[in-house]
């Protein structure tokens, strides 16, 4: 939501370190699908959003399954970092979080970690009044304990709060504890969607421009 999507982030990766694509939807499509199926067998990716491996276990995990275009190996060591380079934030939901903050809203980041290092955490003073990690408090999204933590971050309760996320499922559980529910497709739709939830001037139009 911050970041540029993570389909592109990936794609440049890809595409960077020679990867063949068909294997990495082989090893991902399972992974991801099952990370966010209740009754989905824990698989890597629950383990390293909960911390409960490290990166260089899951770097080997996902590198030892991966092909290269040329038939070269995969360097695990420092895969999520590469997987991660091309990331670049937007700066259009920065402007709209600071906006809400700058209207008295509290603001928290709840994000699902691929390794706590991916963070741009030089911005978050400005943006964020609470911080919560998946791989830090042990839980992650869609699991019911990390929506209630985060609302008890900002001193709320669910019901007090708007929860804001790219994956339908993990908007879905937010809504199930009492959030009321936002999906992000892109910048300009959800700061539309705010601006009509909080009666805070977010879109160009309400501020005119």
């Not at 995990?61 to 380079?85: T, W």
Request: hydrophobic fraction near 45%; charge should be negative.
């Amino acid at each position: 939501m911050l970041t540029t999507p993570i389909l592109t982030t990936v794609q440049a990766w890809i595409a960077a370190d020679a990867i063949d694509w068909d294997s990495y939807v082989a090893v991902m499509r399972p992974w991801v699908f099952g990370a966010y199926d209740p009754e989905g067998a824990p698989n890597p990716v629950h383990l390293l959003e909960r911390g409960q491996c490290t990166n260089a276990e899951f770097e080997a995990a996902l590198g030892a399954q991966l092909l290269s275009v040329n038939g070269s190996p995969i360097v695990a060591d420092g895969l999520l970092k590469r997987m991660f380079a091309a990331s670049l934030p937007v700066p259009e939901m920065y402007r709209v979080i600071r906006a809400l903050r700058g209207a008295g809203f509290g603001t928290a980041l709840l994000s699902n970690s691929w390794g706590c290092d991916e963070y741009p955490r030089a911005d978050f003073p400005g943006l964020f009044d609470a911080v919560v990690i998946s791989g830090e408090v042990g839980m992650r999204k869609p699991e019911p304990g990390i929506f209630r933590h985060a609302a008890a971050t900002l001193g709320l309760e669910p019901q007090e709060c708007v929860f804001i996320d790219d994956i339908e499922a993990n908007v879905a559980a937010a809504v199930a504890c009492g959030m009321t529910g936002v999906h992000h497709i892109d910048a300009p739709t959800t700061a539309a969607a705010l601006e009509q939830l909080l009666n805070v001037p977010l879109t160009p139009q309400a501020n005119g421009r």
